[in-house]
């Protein structure tokens, strides 16, 4: 299937290819007719499916021929990062229709967001706490809005934004299309949708959300205290094939300290979590984007939803504490169907959240064994079907063999 053959408009059609965008993904591919129908929609959709465009390509397409008027169309994200990274995939195709947005987050300055806002866009693409600022400073008003989105919703609930949503609904019309976006759906979350959705149309409802087949995974089992030398020695031994890393660590401190570890060892490594100022997040995200620091370490609110291109390895230094969150994370590789490592380094103690996450993928993620390295149990046993890991071992372990 191409984009015509879903009656794409054609001046989206051209930017699309400009972008070497020709085929739909599956995402794009079911929603696309469903949301240019005008329905509401709810979508489980992996990171690194085309997502974005899944939902942002119909709605600006029917935005641009229904009636004109300030503020038509809103998307909530649970961070600025996301915000902006919508904006990145829409822009182009908002631009090809004649159409202008805005995106507003918190971390950012007030003033310059509100004189955007008041004069007047499309689309506005919004976190919910820095929206309800601008709302009660009337900045924006939502009377004409006949789209709303949510993207990643359920870390947007995670994040604790349900209060926040809750009153950002309240002034909106109850007449509007509604699209959610989500990798899981909590009971919370479909309570939400029960109250503000009409007869959704349902794509890709899945169980649970799984990594797409081109990411290798592996486990190191090491002791807590033996990581950073772990990570020092993966770094130098796979320098050539790890061109681009993503280091997640469980807490803000953990992070700083990793970060700084790397520079000390003379390894360009950037960082990045919440408490950091938007203008370093900003500078650490564009090193790592432009390749200038191939290293970035970071903590999982301020890596979701993160679009960067050719992330070769993602490095789970702490194991996350769920299995999406280790979806999440591993889905920052191999996206757009190329190919990706994921590396978790497990303890002695992390028995359950592997197991946890074992259990959701429904396999024993391959060990690599190294002398000295600790046993680690996990709470999952599965035997593996013949040859099941034997292509999710990276690529330079492949090699060597
Ligand atoms: P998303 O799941 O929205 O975060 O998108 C992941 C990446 O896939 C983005 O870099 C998009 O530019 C890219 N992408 C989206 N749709 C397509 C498509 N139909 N063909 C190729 N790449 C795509």
Redesign the pocket.
């Known amino acids: 299937m191409r984009f015509e053959d879903l009656n794409v408009d054609p001046r989206c059609l051209r930017t699309l290819h400009k972008n070497n ?1 020709t ?3 599956p995402v ?1 591919e079911q929603a696309i007719p469903v949301v240019l129908s005008g329905g509401d929609l709810i979508a489980t ?1 992996q ?7 899944a939902f942002t390509l119909p709605a600006l397409m029917r935005l641009a021929e229904l009636k004109p008027g300030p503020a038509r169309m809103l998307v909530l994200t649970p961070t600025r990062e996301l915000a902006q ?1 919508v904006e990145t ?1 829409m822009a182009p195709i908002a631009r090809a229709l004649r159409l202008t947005s805005v995106v507003v987050y918190g971390g950012a300055g007030m003033q310059q967001q509100a004189d955007r806002l008041r004069r007047g866009c499309d689309v506005v693409v919004a976190t919910p706490g820095r929206l309800l600022d601008h709302m009660g400073r009337k900045a924006v008003r939502f009377d004409g809005l006949q789209i709303l989105c949510f993207d990643e919703a359920d870390r947007m609930l995670d994040m604790g934004f349900l209060p926040d949503i809750r009153r950002i609904l309240a002034h909106l019309p109850k007449e509007r299309q509604t699209l959610m976006f989500s990798a899981t759906f909590a009971p919370e979350l479909q309570r939400l949708v029960g109250e503000m959705m009409h007869d959704p149309a349902r794509i890709g409802i899945e169980v649970s959300a799984r990594p797409v087949d081109t990411v290798r995974q592996v486990v190191y089992p090491v002791r807590q205290e033996e990581k950073a030398g772990l990570l020092l020695s993966l770094l130098k031994e796979q320098e050539k094939e790890m061109e681009s890393v993503l280091v997640f660590m469980r807490t803000k401190s953990r992070t700083d300290r990793v970060g700084r570890m790397l520079k000390a060892a003379n390894i360009k490594a950037a960082v990045i979590h919440g408490d950091l100022a938007q203008g370093a997040r900003q500078r650490a995200l564009e090193s790592f984007r432009s390749g200038k620091c191939p290293i970035l370490v970071a903590t999982d609110v301020a890596a979701r939803g993160l ?1 960067i ?1 050719g992330i070769s390895h993602v490095i789970n230094y702490d194991i996350p504490q769920t299995a999406d969150d280790y979806i999440h994370r591993i889905g920052r590789t191999a ?2 169907q190329r190919e990706g490592d994921a590396i978790t380094f497990v303890c002695p103690s992390d028995i359950s959240p592997l197991g946890t996450i074992e259990k959701t993928l429904g396999y024993n993620l391959p060990r690599i064994e190294r002398e000295g390295a600790p046993v680690v149990l996990s709470t999952y046993r599965k035997t593996p079907a013949a040859g099941a890991s034997r292509n999710r071992r990276p690529r330079s372990l492949l090699r060597r063999r």
């Open positions: 965008i085929e739909p993904t794009q959709a990171t690194g499916t085309g997502k974005t465009l990274q995939v679009d291109d996206r757009a």
